[in-house]
């Protein structure tokens, strides 16, 4: 089955730390995408990730691809209360016509 | 503001009914997505439209229905509904069919059903 799979499902965290998403991925692409969503609004889009080994930053997100491992992750340094929103990951899949397939999101709640 | 247009933003109608959402995409952008994220669920993808052509359908109820029209606003079709079909129901457009591309997200119709 394809599947794209996030963890942790729900993150609360002080403000100031730091930590990770995992997005784990089981059909073959090289494309990944992260997507932001506050409660109750819109998706917008955060990182586009297109080959092995890159990596995009931005502010205190920063986010990689290892397409061998079929993994990505979504590093929050320092978090600030601002950050608390729904975090999706998404997959090109190349073997359904670049259909994307997404993650369950992670919801992360930063306290002041 | 995105550049994706959905109305309306709020409907509340009864079991049984009929209501068809609206959206229009970013300019320039050919395809359209439709999904439904039901309260703390995740996105479900319905169907998508590539300039007017069905390209791709996900999990979509066969009480649902879609359409793209020549100038690539969309419709959804929702009938006969049921109290589970509340939700909130996004567009997206991207300005390809497939490929690395970008979804551009509307602001979501949020739909009730007493």
């Known amino acids: 089955e394809l599947k794209v799979e996030q963890n942790p499902l729900f993150l609360s965290m002080q403000e100031g730390k730091n930590y990770t998403i995992y997005c784990n991925y089981s059909?073959?692409?090289?494309?990944l995408y992260w997507y932001r969503q506050d409660p109750g609004k819109s998706l917008e889009s955060l990182f586009v990730?297109?080959?092995n080994g890159a990596v995009k930053q931005e502010g205190r997100l920063m986010a990689s691809l290892d397409t061998k491992a079929r993994l990505s992750t979504l590093h929050i340094t320092a978090a600030v209360h601002d950050l608390s929103a729904t975090y999706f990951c998404a997959v090109d899949n190349m073997d359904s016509n670049y259909q994307l397939i997404w993650g369950a999101g992670t919801k992360l709640i930063i306290k002041p | 503001d995105s550049g994706v247009t959905q109305t309306p933003k709020h409907l509340i109608t009864a079991t049984g009914q009929r209501v068809t959402l609206r959206c229009s995409p970013r300019?320039?952008?050919?395809?359209v997505y439709w999904y439904q994220q039901s309260l703390d669920q995740g996105l479900q993808f319905l169907i998508q439209y590539y300039n007017g052509e069905e390209r791709a359908k996900g999990n979509i109820l066969e009480r649902f229905s879609a359409q793209q029209f020549p100038d690539l606003h969309s419709e959804l079709n929702l009938s006969s509904l049921e109290l589970g079909d509340s939700a909130l129901y996004f567009c997206?457009?991207?300005?390809?069919?497939?490929?690395?591309?970008?979804?551009?997200f509307g602001a979501g119709s949020r739909l009730t059903v007493l």
């Open positions: 059909t073959t692409s090289d494309r």
């Open positions: 990730l297109l080959s």
């Open positions: 997206a457009s991207s300005l390809m069919g497939s490929g690395a591309n970008v979804l551009t």
């Open positions: 300019s320039g952008d050919l395809s």
